[in-house]
């Protein structure tokens, strides 16, 4: 092929450009977290963030138990409304909807705390059915998670409090609330479950070259060259 000067001069700064280039590092890219269900609460990842999720009465809707620090006699008000495909919530989660859990030294039994802040998710001591948050940590925000209680013909899988044995789940629309066994039929069916945040994998990518090939140039007669 014959090519003139300036035409090689082109070729020769792109092939000094590619070597430069060669074996760069491009940004990191971070694919998207996703919210999934937890199978397993007998070890739960005390590093992690948790959506806490319940339905009323075994129904198909999932409500979030919002996080906000609630220390009034005010049962905690339902937050979002959960899109649930294969495990994962696919709708948007709030930061109020968000929790961590701590460890108490016991296995199973948790601290469930406020993403928001310090505040400990409880059952309140002076009206039973009553959840708040408080500061600081006593038996009654001890929790076992997705934890099955019988009474009758009433089952509740819910959020069981250990210090006033109590189970706390989605009561309606609006709020959530703890009964003792001799109320489990206000709560009948219902199922408490906690989707944990996975981080997307970040990935990075390097710009290489595998091989460029070698260029033989030659005078031609006419004065042009060869490649």
Known sequence: MRIGRRTLAMLLTLLLTI???AGLTLPASAADGTWELVTDYSS????AVY????????GTT????KSSEVTSAANLACGSTLTIANNKITSTVADTDKWKVESTGTSGVYYI?????TYYLQNDGATGSTVTTKSGTDANNQWRIHYAQ???SSTVTGLYNVGKTRELGCYNSTTWRCYASSNYSNLAGAEVVLYKYVAGTTTTSTLSVSSVADV???ETPYGGLWL
């Open 51 to 58: 959506v806490i999720a319940g339905n009323i009465k075994g």
């Open 62 to 65: 999932w409500y979030a138990l």
């Open 216 to 218: 033989v140039i030659t």
């Open 150 to 152: 019988t009474s009758g």
């Open 113 to 117: 705390k406020s993403n928001q802040g």
């Open 19 to 21: 070597g430069v280039f």
């Open 44 to 47: 739960l990842d005390t590093s």
